[in-house]
Each structure stands twice: as C-alpha cells, then as structure tokens.
C-alpha cells in the first residue's frame, strides 16, 4: 500500500509559518524587554535625579538658615566695607594743603612773612601772599623759589602778583598747584 | 456555514499562531512602552536636569557665600568696624564736631570768633542737607567759622583739625594777616570744615557674594588707627531735669491714677449731695404732722 501525502505541502508551509511565527515572537521578545530595561532605566534616571534635587534642596535650606542666622554679621561687614571705600574716595580727593602751608611758613621762615593764604578745593591750589621787608629779602625768596629741592616738591608754582607798599615792602602772590593725598 | 467564515475563529488563530499573536502583542506592548515610559518622560527628565543644573548653581552660591560668612570670624580687620564708625558715623555728626571744634582750638590756642552751620533736616523742615554725590554713599556738614591766633598756631589747628574723628576736610581757607602797622599781627581765618557721615543705603540678597576690601582700602585701616578718636560720650539714656512733677502725678502710674480717680469718683456718689440733704431734712419736719 502506498501512502501519498496529499498535504505535503500543507505540511511544509505550515512548518515555514511556524519557524517565521517563532523568529517573530523571539524577536519581539528581545524589542519588548529591551524597551523594558530602557523604560526602568529612565525611571531610574528620573528618580536618582529627583534624589539629587531634594538632597540639593535640603543643603541649600540649610545654608540658608545659616547664612541667615548671620544676618547681623553680614550686614556690620558690608556697613564695613562700603565706610571704607567712601574713606579711601574721601582720602583721594584730599589735597596735602596743611603740608604745603608749612613747607613754605618754613622755607620763607627769615626771609618772609605769609601775610595772606587762599584755598579752594573745587577750584584746586593755592595762593599765598607773602611779604618781604626789602628787595633783598625779596631775592632770596627768588631764589629758594627758583631752588632745584623746592621744584622738585612742587612744579608747578606761578608767581602772579608782585606790588611795593609805601613802608618799601614787597608783596609776592604764588599760585601753586596741591599734591592730592596718596 | 456562511455565518462561521464571517466571524473570524480567534481560538484557532490562539491555537495554530500563538508565537505569531504573542509577537504581535509584545510588539504592541512594546510600542506603548516607548510612547508612554519612554518619549514622554524624555521632557519631565530635561526638566529636571535644568532644575538640578540651577540648584546646583544656587547651592555653589550659598556654599560660597556660607564660606565667605565664616571666614569673616577670622578677619582681623574686622575688629576696626567700631574705629571705622567712629570715623564715618551714619549719623550727623553735629555734636561731635562742635566738640572737635572745641577741643582743637583750646589746644592749638587759637580763638573760633563765629560759626555757622546749617545741619540740613535736624534743625527745620525747609532746610536740605547738600548731597555730595549722585549715589549718596555719603553726605556732608559744613561749618563756616573764623579763627584767630598766631598764624603758626592756626596752621597747627588746620592740621589737627583733619586728624580728629570723624572725618573731616577743609575745603576752603581765607588767611588774612595785617602786618603793616603791626609786625607781629595775629592772621585770621575764614575757613569751611566739611565732616563726612554715611549715608549709602545697604542692599544685598542671600546668595550675593560678599564684596572684598581692596589691598588700597586695606591701607586705609592704617590711616584711620592715626585719627584722634572723638572723646563725646554717646548719649543713650534720658537725662532727667528733676524738676518735679509738672503734671501733678506725684510719680503715680497710670493705673494707680485710674484707682484713684475711680475710688473719688465712688466716694462723691455715696455721699449725698446738698438737695438730698434739704428734701430729706422736708421729709422729717413733716413727719410729726401726719
């Protein structure tokens, strides 16, 4: 007795089905737990960042009550800080005009009288009138006018008026530009 | 027959491809995955990364700021704030000045003959203090006087004068001295003394940085140690007068007074007032007639 398979075919297409079937579902299988292990992956990510963010909360709360329990501190340093900057800008603008006035009382000590000083300090220098008995007086403060030492102090000294009284005095006015503070 | 094909047989599909539904069904779980666990959740994590970025940010802010508040402890220089005070109060200081006026002239021997200031907002309503700068971190009296003395005595007085807390300037000097009639004239001179006082107002915010003192500003410090402090006692307390009582309380409180005043005002009303007294005298002369 012959058998003849009349599904043969059948047979075959159904066993090709079943393997593309498997490949399928193994293939299937490997996307959905992939996707699985991204899916926890993220939610991990997610939730160590959110960690990270109450962890940063909790410390920046923490200085916070510290800084502010210094409140006082903080506020007596910048009172601090910002005084001595206006000083220091204080200082600057401070022209050494007492210096000046005893350079020259004592550079003229026996040669001349300051009789008159003005001093303005938005307008800057000063202006000193000083008296000689005579001319020969009158020469010497020439002289320590015109010395090297004194121009080195201040170069910039105009001599500006010169008049004789009737006693034979004379009146000298210099004009001379003030060294700021350092 | 007709009726079975137009209803699908999905128990035989279950049994003949269940590789092939189970695949499709992860396939679908899988899609759903992605949408839902995955591409949605890709916004809330960037979110999320921006905030911990901030914080991140703001917390190297406190750390620094705490850090800078603890080193603070240990600056030295600090301990000058009170000498620093001394030197540019935040109050007017009109009593200091006159007090300064007064102790540089007896010990430079030099005579003040007339001041004026105007000390701005203590005095009226109308007058203003001068500001001295567009963004007030300072403000300024200035004191108009003459003095008189030998001219040395007023030199030694222009300088002490600017060596005293607080700090002070003079910003303007008229120096006269008539030596024609007499040789040894005494000078007089008209000069402006302007004091400094502060007057920035202090603004900052939890997380600013604290600001550095300047290598210059540091050198300051050393200046301000060779000030003259001002000797003028802080006045804290209510000196009284002892002039007694002026309002006739005889140093009762408040509530004392009220006890008082109420036990009066309770004694008046139990005693019976003059037209009481005459109805009830009506009363008893007629009694004996009824």
Known sequence: ?182 | MIKNLETFNWKLLWNTRKELVLGILFLILSLMILLIGILQQINPIQTDLKELKDKQTELAQFTQKAEQLKQLGLDSSLNQASAIDQVLPSHKPLLEILSNLNRVAQSSEVVIKNFSLNPGEIATDTTKVRKTTNNQKYDYLDLDFTVSGQLWKIQDFLTLIEQVTPISTITSISINRNIDEDKNAQAQAELILRTFFFTQPIKTTIISPLPTIANNDRKIIENINELVPNTLEQQKDVIIGDRGNLFGLQNKTADELEQELIQEATTQTEQPTDEQQIEDKIIENAAPNE
Request: proline share 0%; hydrophobic share 40%; glycine share 4%.
């Open chain 1, 1 to 182: 007795m012959i058998n003849i398979n009349f599904f043969s075919n059948r047979i075959n297409q159904k066993d090709k089905q079943r393997k593309t079937d498997a490949k399928f579902f193994h293939i299937s299988t490997y996307v959905l737990i992939g996707i699985t292990l991204i899916m926890v992956a993220i939610f991990a990510f997610k939730f160590y960042n959110t960690l990270q963010i109450n962890n940063t909360n909790q410390k920046i709360k923490d200085y916070r009550e510290t800084i502010l329990g210094q409140e006082n501190v903080e506020l007596n340093y910048l009172i601090f800080v910002n005084k001595i900057k206006v000083i220091s800008e204080i200082y600057q603008k401070r022209s050494n005009k007492q210096e000046a006035m005893e350079f020259f009382a004592q550079a003229f000590a026996d040669k001349a009288d300051i009789i008159g000083m003005n001093y303005q300090e938005d307008q800057g220098g000063l202006i000193l009138q000083l008296n000689s008995d005579n001319i020969f007086e009158l020469e010497e403060v020439n002289e320590i006018l015109d010395s090297v030492d004194l121009r080195q102090q201040y170069q910039n000294i105009e001599k500006s008026a010169l008049t004789r009284t009737e006693k034979g005095n004379y009146k000298l006015t210099l004009k001379l530009e003030l060294k700021n503070n350092d």
